[in-house]
């Protein structure tokens, strides 16, 4: 059982993810120029560097990188890599607003999937009402705002695309779930995750894509960005929460990301905060206060 200091300490560390994806459509804003695999090689590449310096600040042996076990490497190569390799896909064969709100199911499945890998010795380990209800309202919203406007129109000429959006909710969510049967891998691991996940996107870039670089010290300020934080620092920060965090609530909390990010957009003139936007906004808001019931309440 985790003590519920640490716990609560877990939970706003993967709060800190979320808040960092919450800036990812704002900054790749900045990148669209750039072609897909080279700005994810690059991006993981700037991500293995937090790593480093973060081992390097805890005094951590690089040597654990040895003592991980090929299950561990393959989970976490499955995780981050396998999981943008097929979101990529998803947006080359299918809309992007249909395909993230496929993708957006993700926190959902982590919430509903708890039940598979928390330990039943906890008291806590249970699905209660709130943590569905909440997830649900999570859902509700990033449904309403994909749907407003010009809306989603599902076809089923997009099929293709819509089976890799689906299976990129499956990956994120088992990856994440996963996580938390690994509590003694420590958080440093994710450094040799995003080299191994960089080193195969930059093999994908330089097979199927043309090399493109920034042309000023602006644009580099905003790649090098990328995979310092939501490319980067997140990913240390999740993997933390999920293995000692409730993550019922951070799977509930997950939904504050695409909402926030539209907000970020809106503030930084790439889009209009309107009323479907704040409405929005509620939905989740309340989704992941309701699901997170547990930070706040005592039993």
């Known amino acids: 059982m985790i003590d519920k200091k640490i716990e609560n300490k877990a939970n706003i560390i993967g709060l800190g993810a979320v808040g960092l994806w919450s800036l990812l ?121 994909s749907f407003s406007g010009d809306g989603a129109a599902f076809n089923w000429k997009y099929l293709t695309g819509y089976g890799f959006a689906l299976l990129c909710a499956f990956i994120w969510s088992s990856y994440s779930l996963l996580l938390r049967k690994l509590p003694h891998v420590p958080t440093a691991a994710v450094t040799g995750f995003c080299f191994a996940t960089s080193v195969l996107a930059f093999i994908c870039h330089f097979l199927f894509e043309e090399t493109v670089l920034p042309d000023t010290a602006f644009l580099w300020f905003m790649y090098v960005i990328l995979g310092a934080g939501p490319v980067g620092a997140s990913f240390y920060l999740w993997d933390y929460g999920m293995k000692k965090g409730d993550i019922r609530a951070l799977g509930a909390a997950s939904y504050l990301s695409p909402i926030f990010a539209t907000v970020f957009l809106a503030w930084a003139g790439f889009g209009e905060l309107t009323t479907t936007v704040i409405i929005s906004c509620v939905l989740v808001v309340l989704g992941a206060v309701l699901a997170s019931k547990d930070m706040f309440m005592k039993r």
């Not at 700037?46 to 480093?52: K, L, T």
């Not at 042996?61 to 393959?74: E, P, Q």
Request: net charge positive.
């Open 25 to 145: 459509a704002l900054v790749t804003a900045f990148n669209n120029y750039i072609p897909a695999f080279q700005l994810l090689g690059f991006s993981f590449f700037i991500a293995s560097i937090v790593g480093v310096i973060f081992m390097l600040l805890t005094q951590q042996s690089f040597a654990i990188f040895l003592k991980l076990k090929w299950y561990v490497w393959l989970l976490g190569i499955y995780g981050l890599f396998g999981y943008h390799l097929c979101y990529f896909l998803a947006l080359r064969y299918a809309p992007p607003m249909e395909a993230n709100l496929i993708n957006a199911l993700w926190p959902l499945l982590i919430v509903l999937g708890s039940v598979l890998v928390l330990n039943k010795k906890d008291a806590n380990s249970g699905l209660r009402w709130w943590h569905i209800i909440g997830a649900l309202l999570g859902l509700s919203g990033v449904v309403f705002i």
